[in-house]
């Protein structure tokens, strides 16, 4: 009885198995080993850039993600680049004209030629030429041309570049970091090989596509010394006295302090032309007294002088005293 049993599972198995195998729908999701002779095939999408047929009974799958077209080059040179392409060239140029730096041309490019001082973006990546270890990469990089922050080696294969183009520069250590290196990521006298693609092309920053107009261009300067005069012609006379003075170095520096609570006696503006008349009467009379002889030899102090004292003394002591 147990034998019967075995014998009618084992010829229901062979029959599902046959079912499925020759089910349109159902072949190649009931069974794998059917679909694996195939594995390298993509699932068939109706697109003319797929050359391979759909398989017998295999459901047409209609394409439902929609890639952004990327912008077309210019006929010319996107034909150019396409038959250079399809011929399988690569173009070889030796940048440096000594064997230090050469590039070698993946994909032409269609754009403007990337100039010294102009930003590109790029994707990049840089390995050791003899063991292939990648030491850098990058994918949205943006940098200047030339502007000598980078190796010479790099900055002379991106002064030949194109917006689009995709090259590999071999760079001799001589162009690179020389016999010392940088250990431990790049030894002494290592050879480096980037593979570059320059996205974008931004321009120089005096380029139109910045969107700048040399004729039309204001300094910073100019633009900070009209904001000037127009707020100076909105002034009083007594503030722009002030401001006057405190534009003087040594008025300046004190008046920072005087902002910071010090008391009004110690204000610049009350202080120091206090002091300068102190000085001033000082000095006319120490010059009457005869204190400074100019021109010739010393003279005996006149009356004149004297007075003047006498009147300053009588003065302070609340009128002139009787002679005795």
Same mark, same amino acid.
């Given at each position: 009885?147990?034998?019967?049993?075995?014998?009618?599972?084992?010829?229901?198995?062979g029959?599902?198995?046959?079912?499925?195998?020759?089910?349109p729908?159902?072949?190649?999701s009931a069974?794998?080993?059917p679909r694996?002779?195939?594995?390298?095939?993509q699932?068939?999408?109706?697109s003319?850039?797929?050359p391979l047929?759909?398989l017998?009974?295999?459901?047409?799958?209609?394409?439902?993600?929609?890639e952004?077209?990327?912008?077309?080059p210019p006929?010319?040179?996107a034909?150019?680049?396409?038959?250079?392409?399809?011929a399988?060239?690569?173009?070889?140029?030796?940048v440096s004209?000594?064997?230090?730096?050469?590039?070698r041309?993946?994909?032409?490019?269609?754009?403007?030629?990337a100039?010294?001082?102009?930003?590109v973006?790029?994707?990049?990546?840089?390995?050791l030429a003899?063991?292939g270890?990648?030491f850098?990469?990058?994918?949205?990089?943006?940098?200047?041309?030339?502007?000598?922050?980078?190796i010479k080696g790099w900055?002379?294969?991106l002064?030949?570049?194109?917006?689009?183009?995709?090259?590999?520069?071999v760079?001799?250590p001589k162009?690179?970091?020389?016999?010392?290196?940088?250990?431990?990521?790049?030894?002494p006298n290592?050879?480096l090989l980037?593979?570059?693609?320059?996205?974008?092309y931004?321009g120089t920053?005096?380029?139109l596509k910045?969107g700048?107009?040399?004729?039309?261009?204001?300094?910073?300067t100019?633009?900070?010394?009209?904001?000037k005069?127009k707020?100076?012609?909105?002034?009083?006379?007594?503030?722009?006295?002030?401001?006057?003075?405190?534009?003087l170095?040594?008025?300046?520096v004190?008046?920072?302090?005087y902002r910071?609570?010090?008391?009004?006696?110690? =204000?610049p503006l009350?202080?120091?032309?206090?002091?300068f008349f102190i000085?001033?009467?000082l000095?006319y009379?120490?010059?009457?007294?005869?204190?400074? =002889?100019i021109?010739?030899p010393?003279?005996e102090?006149?009356?004149?002088?004297?007075s003047?004292i006498k009147?300053?003394?009588?003065?302070?002591?609340?009128?002139?005293q009787?002679?005795?």
């Amino acid at each position: 009885m147990m034998l019967i049993v075995i014998q009618l599972a084992v010829v229901s198995l062979g029959l599902v198995v046959c079912a499925a195998a020759f089910h349109p729908v159902t072949r190649s999701s009931a069974l794998s080993f059917p679909r694996a002779a195939f594995s390298h095939r993509q699932p068939y999408v109706s697109s003319t850039a797929s050359p391979l047929p759909p398989l017998p009974g295999e459901t047409v799958l209609l394409s439902t993600v929609a890639e952004a077209p990327a912008p077309a080059p210019p006929a010319a040179e996107a034909e150019e680049a396409d038959a250079a392409l399809a011929a399988g060239v690569a173009r070889e140029e030796d940048v440096s004209r000594d064997g230090g730096v050469v590039k070698r041309v993946v994909r032409e490019g269609y754009g403007k030629l990337a100039q010294g001082g102009g930003f590109v973006k790029l994707r990049y990546t840089g390995k050791l030429a003899e063991t292939g270890r990648v030491f850098a990469r990058g994918d949205d990089f943006r940098c200047m041309v030339a502007d000598g922050s980078m190796i010479k080696g790099w900055d002379l294969a991106l002064r030949t570049m194109k917006e689009g183009e995709v090259a590999e520069v071999v760079i001799a250590p001589k162009y690179a970091y020389g016999v010392k290196g940088v250990p431990p990521v790049i030894p002494p006298n290592a050879p480096l090989l980037f593979e570059i693609e320059l996205t974008e092309y931004e321009g120089t920053p005096y380029d139109l596509k910045l969107g700048l107009n040399i004729d039309k261009i204001e300094t910073d300067t100019e633009k900070k010394r009209k904001d000037k005069e127009k707020a100076e012609a909105a002034l009083t006379d007594m503030e722009k006295f002030k401001n006057w003075l405190n534009s003087l170095q040594f008025f300046g520096v004190v008046t920072a302090g005087y902002r910071r609570g010090v008391p009004w006696y110690v =204000n610049p503006l009350v202080l120091y032309p206090t002091w300068f008349f102190i000085v001033g009467v000082l000095f006319y009379v120490t010059f009457s007294l005869g204190g400074l =002889n100019i021109g010739g030899p010393q003279q005996e102090q006149s009356p004149d002088s004297f007075s003047i004292i006498k009147t300053i003394i009588d003065g302070f002591k609340g009128g002139p005293q009787p002679d005795t």
